[in-house]
């Protein structure tokens, strides 16, 4: 990489909203409790997923990698920060949070109508499989996103494919920010290569061409990232009001930091070293 764009990528406010009502179970949804909800927003109420949490690391995570996602062009929803009244599940919801008192959640809004490959897969497996086979660009981009994000958790379940306007969309990011280096966060070393479930699937079936190609998207978009406005990362402050001992500015640097390991990581990860010419 070079020098950063000359206008940076604005990072997007993350709403604070309150709960209105749960509808139903989500069919998704494994490292945390999922419903569809109504959100209580400006000018009017949204239908979004809700996920449930005690976790603070998932929560911020999932914060984080929207912002940052959003902000270089990916499909990713609308995030918000919920504040949710479990003492409100109504019976009829199966909730393990029932009853525990005031939490902030993790919101996605439902931006468009479709399904999650893993349950396309389930009902019509070979157009699943031709959808995902012409998703181009999209499987790198996503791909490439996840490992500067360090996200080791990318499944057919949390890709939404989207009939009405044949686009895929991203989700559930909670595992991102060093995923099962969380124990320790992870924060202090950029450079660490953890688990990217499309590329490593991809890899191997991949020609020099396919490489060479792939390390100049990595480029590309690491560029994108570059010319990101970190200033207004998490601006709102929503970190330090789910947990007061996250420091915002550890998980900054660590996105930022990361973008100049990414294109190192990509060509160790396929096997191209980065004094290979096209």
Known sequence: MTKKQSKPNSIGSIPYVHLSSFIAPAVEGKSAET???????????????????????QLIADLASAQVGRAIGLKIPQPFLVFVDTDLIPDNISCSYKNT????AFGSAEAVEGMSFA??????????ENLFKSWGDGFSSTSIFDEWIANPDRNFGNILFCPATNENWLIDHDQALTGVYW??????????????????????????????????????????????????FDRDKHFCKIDKTIDD?????????????????????????????S
């Open 249 to 277: 500015i550890e998980i900054r640097e660590f996105l930022e930091k990361r973008i100049y390991a990414t294109v190192s990581l990509i060509c160790n990860r396929i096997g191209l070293t980065e004094l290979d010419l």
């Open 119 to 128: 349950r396309l897969l389930k009902t019509d497996n070979k157009t699943a």
């Open 101 to 104: 008192g005031a939490m902030l």
């Open 35 to 57: 419903f569809k909800c109504t959100l209580l927003t400006e000018p009017a109420a949204l239908t979004a997923y809700v996920k449930l949490t005690r976790d603070p690391r």
């Open 183 to 232: 124990p320790l966060w992870g924060l202090d070393n950029p450079t660490i290569s953890v688990t990217n479930t499309l590329l490593d699937a991809a890899q191997t079936n991949m020609d020099d061409d396919d490489k060479l190609t792939l390390r100049k998207k990595t480029q590309q978009l690491m560029l994108k990232c570059s010319a990101i406005d970190f200033n207004e």
